[in-house]
Nanobody, 117 residues
């Protein structure tokens, strides 16, 4: 069993910052990739940022230069530093992990990020 514990969401003014954290527990398998997705009301879930075990990153065009994803391998924890937030960033943010074991994937419960103008 794998559990993903997310934290750091909240309500901020436009131009503000938030830092999301996601810790994976309950597995002894090597993690291939950890990442963040988001879903706004009435919209499709989309990839925000991801990072591999060795540090290779991928970002959505809309967040490049504003968001930074990082990983702490010792703690199986991924972070998303979000700067210069915009109202368009408002969404539920979900943590995702892919294990090396049969490429199994797990999702967090989601954390709400709201940016006011």
């Amino acid at each position: 069993q794998v559990r993903l514990s997310e934290s750091g969401g909240g309500l901020v003014q436009a131009g503000g910052s938030l830092r999301l954290s996601c810790a994976a527990s309950g597995t002894q398998s090597v993690i291939n990739v950890m990442g963040w997705y988001r879903q706004a009301p009435g919209a499709q879930r989309e990839l925000v940022a991801s990072i591999t075990k060795v540090g290779n990153t991928n970002y959505a065009d809309s967040v490049k230069g504003r968001f930074t994803v990082s990983i702490d391998n010792a703690r199986n924890t991924v972070y998303l530093q979000m700067n210069n937030l915009r109202p368009e960033d408002t969404a539920v943010y979900f943590c995702n992990v892919e294990l090396s074991y049969r490429f199994m994937q797990f999702w967090g419960q989601g954390t709400q990020v709201t940016v006011s103008s």
